[in-house]
């Protein structure tokens, strides 16, 4: 198996509730590992370029103002195929349908607030990667 890049988030309710290091513990769990990380509060035009591809969806919105309300917590996780384990690592999008064990279950309020992000393919992870970390090696 390939040793990959994911990007993640851990967004503005997992740091209000100050549950950062919970879910870093459950990441680390799982033998994925940080290699770069930033706190940043995003701003209108940066939550909207990094989640454009759903700038049509009804959700977008209130997508916008829930990752610009308060920091976050961007990491990029390395290990074999981590793209695809840390989505496992997170659970699915609604955390009520999430499996136990889960970021979203353990962490998630619901399907818009739902603690975390994670790139879902080696092309979205390489852009998002690009994205916060100009320059960084992705793969
Ligand atoms: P994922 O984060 O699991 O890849 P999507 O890419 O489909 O999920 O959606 C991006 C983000 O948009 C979700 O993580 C969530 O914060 C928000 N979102 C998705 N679907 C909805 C919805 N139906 N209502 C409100 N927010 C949503
Ligand atoms: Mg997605």
Known sequence: MATERTLSI???DTIEKNKAGEALAIIEATGLRPVAARMVHLTRKQAEGFYYVHRERKFFGELVDFMTRGPVLVLVLEGDNA?????EVMGATDPAKAAEGTIRKRLGANVGENACHGSDAPETAKFEIGYFFPGFEVG
């Open 10 to 12: 851990l967004k503005p």
């Open 83 to 87: 793209i695809a384990r840390y989505r």
